[in-house]
Every structure is written in C-alpha cells, then in structure tokens.
C-alpha cells in the first residue's frame, strides 16, 4: 500500500476505497486510522499475521490486536477501526477479522456496538448503546456463502430487530462461538437458520432455556420454527407440469436426509396419485456433489423419457436448464421445468424459470417475531407456515 501523507490525500484515498465498495453518495465518517499509530503490516514483522505458522491465523490476529490495544489504553483510546480497515492493515478476509472479534468481544475485552463502532473494554461512551442481541446461526458462514434466500431471509430479520429494537449478531455454525455466547447468557436469543444443527448442538441449545426458533422444522420436538408448508409446495409444483400436459414428471431434490427434501417428495407423490399416476423411481434423483449443479442428474432424468422436472432450487434449475439446450431439447415444448425459491436471476435464464416463491423475507420477520414472543413470555405458537406463491413464467408456459 503507498504511504498516504496529506489530509486530501487521505481523504480522497478513503473516499475512493468507500465507491469501490458500493458506499457512494452514503455519509460515514471514518476515524483516520494512520494517525492513531495503525499502520499496514509490512511482511517478516514481528506484529505481522504469518500464514505459514502454525496457530489459526484469526489466533494470531487475537494476539496481535491485544498488543496494539494496550498500546491504545495507555494514550486513552478506545475505538478500534472498522472491520475493512483491519482486513486492509493486517492483510487478512474479514473471515479473519469476525473470528478474531468475537473471541475478544467473548473475553469481555471488546464491545460492539452496532452503528458505532468497537471499543475497547465497556467505554463510557458506548456505554447506554448497550442492547439486547439475537444470535443468527448461519452454515458455511466462514466460507461467505450467499444466496438470494440467504439475503432476503437476513433483510426480514433486520426489518422485525428494527421494529423490536434490538441487534442482531451473525454466528458461523462451524465455528460454535454460538455455544460460548449462549453459554455465557450474552444472547437474549438464537434463530438457527439450519433446522440439521447437530443433535446435540440443539438439545444443548435448548436445555439453556434460551429463546429458540429455527427456519425449517427441526427433527427435534418442542423447538418452534418458521417454514413454508414444503409439501404443498412440492405438490403444486408437481400439479402445474401436470396441469400443462407433462405425464413424465421427474424430481430432482437435495440432501434426502433434510427434512425439506423428504416434504417435497412426499407432495410430488401426492400430485402424482391425485392425478392418476404412480412415482417411478427412475424419475427421482437428488442432487450429488457441488458440480455443475443438476447437469448430470438431467442428463440421467432426460434419458429416462421425463418431459417435466420438479427442481428443489433454482440453481438446479439452471444446471437442467444448461443440459437441455446443450441436448438439443426446447424448454417447455420438450421439456417443462419448475424451480423454487425465486431467486433473482430467474427473470433472466433462458428461456425465463418459473419457480415457487417462499416468501423468505416474512419468514425472517416471524423468526424474530417468535423471538420477541418467547422472551416477553407472550403465547407462542409451535409453528408458523408461510404462504407461498406460483409465479409462472416461459419455462412451462411457453411464450
């Protein structure tokens, strides 16, 4: 990184690197971090992050951190730079930087206040911005999977902790600081984005007594949840191929242990039955692998003469949809296909998918809202069930 000398050269290199991240026309002030003593790292140092050493780079930054706030302590300060700032001065992912946190914010040696800022310790000045906080559990975190699902699901949770005044706080399931903090009570509440938790990661979970809700039903009994009804999904997903003339409706599913996959199987079925048909096994596929993603299983599904196919996703969706232009087969004349969850490339594809749309922002709406129930002692129910919408496009209608 060049040394950035004058004030306009600070500024203007700060306002550069907030448009290269999509923070244009927004106002932010920003601490001059240089000024405090925080400068890049410079490789071979001694306070340098060292990949090729063998602590977890994240433990390394913990210890590196702890130095440079003592430092801080003795000239009387007490914010630490923003996330980005750390990523840029210790040349590390934000990954990183999170995991480091937490373990520091876990220690009571940090205080995060949301919309202000890290402190060092609890500063007086942070001090009445203290406020309740929900635990959002999220798998594959560390690895920064998205999904549209993902995004409009954590949009619902922002709008209810909003409404409801408190934060929100997103955990990594494969890194189980969540256990910590639900262990220290530093959490008013846990929504659990993947109902397949490790068993004993819920029964722990719950045992707590700690506020709980998953998005999915979980396999265990007495944990409340928010879900869609998935096996009328997959029983009007099925219905609409039917209703547009297929009569070889093939599925192609996820995981078969999730509870999803088993629901919308089971209404696939049911259309089937309804309609005078039976399920053959050889139109009943579920996803392998992380490749291109429903290719090969259309290729096998098209061998067996499917000329309709249930996708639990879109982006399986896509890979059957890639396959059939590749085999020379038209989408619907030869072959209709549904996906779900109406991602926002759906529109786009081609020809444009019809898929199911499972509301996922009202689902994180009413996983807070069952939060804000069970911890003010109001009745709860043990279930809420999403409505879901049909949204028909070129990929079974035609044009």
């Known amino acids: ?36 003593g925080w400068k890049p790292m410079k490789s071979g140092s001694a306070a340098d992050v060292r990949r090729d050493a063998p602590q977890p780079l994240y433990q390394q930054l913990v210890e590196r951190l702890k130095m440079r706030m003592a430092e801080m302590a003795e000239k009387g300060e007490k914010m630490l730079p923003s ?24 220690a009571g040696l940090l205080l995060r206040v949301p919309g202000k800022g890290t402190f060092i310790g609890d500063p007086a000045d942070a001090a009445d911005a203290e406020a309740l906080v929900y635990g959002v559990i999220l798998e594959k975190f560390a690895e920064g999977q998205q999904t549209d699902f993902r995004v409009n699901l954590l949009g619902g949770m922002r709008q209810a902790a909003r409404k409801a005044a408190v934060s929100l706080m997103l955990l990594g399931e494969e890194d189980e600081i969540f256990m910590t903090l639900a262990r220290s009570r530093k959490l008013a509440g846990l929504i659990v984005t993947n109902p397949m938790l490790a068993e004993n990661r819920m029964r722990e979970l719950k ?33 609409h191929l039917l209703e547009r003339g297929c009569r070889k409706v093939g599925f192609l ?27 053959r096994r ?9 490749g291109r993603t429903g290719y090969g299983e259309a290729e096998v599904l098209l061998a067996a003469g499917a000329d309709g196919i249930v996708c639990m996703d879109d982006l399986i969706a896509m890979g059957v949809l890639h396959c059939l232009h590749e085999s020379g087969k038209r989408c619907p004349n030869d072959v209709a296909v549904i996906g ?17 749309d499972i509301r996922p922002e009202q689902i994180g709406r009413d996983a807070v809202e069952i939060l804000e129930k069970i911890r003010s002692g109001r009745e709860c129910p043990s279930g809420i069930s999403v409505p879901f919408l049909l949204r028909k496009r070129r990929s079974t209608l035609g044009c």
């Open 1 to 36: 990184m060049a040394d950035v000398k004058s004030e306009r050269e600070k500024r203007m290199f700060f306002d550069l690197s907030l448009k290269k991240a999509g923070y244009d026309g927004i106002i932010i002030t920003v601490t001059n971090v240089y000024e405090k």
């Open 83 to 106: 996330e980005r700032e750390l990523c840029r001065l210790f040349s590390v992912s934000h990954t990183t930087v999170r995991l480091a946190l937490k373990e520091l914010e876990v």
């Open 207 to 239: 045992q707590l007594g700690l506020p709980l809700v998953t998005v999915g039903r979980a396999p265990m009994r007495g944990i409340p949840w928010v879900d869609n009804d998935n096996v009328a999904v997959g029983r009007a997903m099925t219905e």
């Open 253 to 279: 599913g996820l995981d078969r242990a999730f509870t999803l996959t088993a629901d919308r199987l089971a209404g696939y079925k049911e259309a089937l039955k309804a309609a005078g048909m039976i399920s």
């Open 282 to 290: 050889n139109l009943i596929l579920f996803r392998e692998g992380e």
């Open 340 to 356: 779900c969850n109406n991602s926002s490339f759906t529109e786009f594809t081609f020809p444009p998918l019809s898929s199911v």
